[in-house]
T-cell receptor, first 113, second 113 residues
Framework: AQSVTQLGSHVSVSEGALVLLRCNYS??????LFWYVQYPNQGLQLLLK??????LVKGINGFEAEFKKSETSFHLTKPSAHMSDAAEYFC???????????FGTGTSLTVIP | ETGVTQSPTHLIKTRGQQVTLRCSSQ?????VSWYQQALGQGPQFIFQ???????GRGNFPPRFSGLQFPNYSSELNVNALELDDSALYLC????????????FGPGTRLTVL
């Protein structure tokens, strides 16, 4: 079965600093990979997705992620953090087997003014 | 805006009761998936419905059941509620069962006392 690991349940960065949220997946066959953001008391909003096209994927709100097959990673980055980026971020993998998503446990991002 | 709506937004039940949660998928989407998100955790896949048939199921007991209607809206039913069923229940729709991108609703917060 697929699994997704997010390293660091809490990440704090200063406003304007680089954001790096880590995600690793476990599969010999690269799945489709996603990053979602969740604001308090809301559902999940898609930031970006990787579907075997370009390995560097650009998403909304200035976020991007790079797929590295050799490292089975799909880390999320943003060059300059904004206060509005404070939220919970989830990495997810989708496989056609079972037609289901596997989510990581999430990383809470705090942006310090 | 995702277009996926869920009702109710909040619900309080007591142990042993039954609950029905509802989801209206985004226009044009024929696939609905349900997730359970416990506090501080990532969403866990419950099951998926495609054109009124169950199309995949996660590791949840049979007391979690669902329906999808001809208009592709969906219900999640949970019987014999347990305290651990307290969670945010998320519904997500996608244009088809082969479509990897899911669009999430805001969720229903269920509290079991």
């Amino acid at each position: 079965a697929q699994s997704v690991t997010q390293l660091g349940s809490h990440v704090s960065v200063s406003e304007g600093a680089l954001v790096l949220l880590r995600c690793n997946y476990s599969s010999s066959v690269p799945p489709y990979l996603f990053w979602y953001v969740q604001y308090p008391n809301q559902g999940l909003q898609l930031l970006l997705k990787y579907t075997s096209a370009a390995t560097l994927v650009k998403g909304i709100n200035g976020f991007e992620a790079e797929f590295k097959k050799s490292e089975t990673s799909f880390h999320l980055t943003k060059p300059s953090a904004h206060m509005s980026d404070a939220a919970e971020y989830f990495c997810a993998a989708y496989t056609n087997t079972g037609n289901q998503f596997y989510f990581g446990t999430g990383t809470s991002l705090t942006v310090i003014p | 805006e995702t277009g996926v709506t869920q009702s109710p937004t909040h619900l309080i039940k007591t142990r042993g009761q039954q609950v029905t949660l509802r989801c209206s998928s985004q226009s044009g989407h024929n696939t609905v998936s349900w997730y359970q998100q416990a506090l501080g955790q990532g969403p866990q896949f419950i099951f998926q419905y495609y054109r009124e048939e169950e199309n995949g199921r996660g590791n949840f007991p049979p007391r979690f059941s669902g329906l999808q209607f001809p208009n592709y809206s969906s219900e999640l039913n949970v019987n014999a509620l347990e305290l651990d069923d307290s969670a945010l229940y998320l519904c997500a729709s996608s244009p088809s069962a082969d479509e990897d991108t899911q669009y999430f609703g805001p969720g229903t917060r269920l509290t079991v006392l």
